[in-house]
């Protein structure tokens, strides 16, 4: 019984993690005073103080940061270098 307990894990484990693949979080980054959109799920610490997500798309990422109070709206410079890097 344990060997497939065991077996199972093995076989749902991969698959987790392909889930992720395609998703965007919101992060606030302390340092920068601004918020990026990621493709990882991020670590609360440090100059991280906030991330928030899954979004199945970066538009909808982007929609959700326009949102956020403490996201401030970016430059059009900025929206353009985040464009250029899909």
């Known amino acids: 019984m344990k060997r497939l307990i065991f077996v199972g894990i093995l076989l749902l484990a991969p ?12 992060v606030g980054n302390r340092a920068t005073g601004k918020c990026n959109i990621v493709t990882s799920n991020p670590v609360i610490i440090g100059d991280v103080w906030f991330g928030d997500g899954p979004y199945k798309s970066k538009a909808d990422a982007k929609l959700a940061r326009s949102t956020i109070r403490a996201c401030p709206a970016p430059t059009p410079d900025e929206e353009k270098d985040e464009d250029s890097t899909n």
């Open 15 to 26: 698959g987790t993690v392909s889930l992720a693949d395609g998703l965007f979080w919101v």
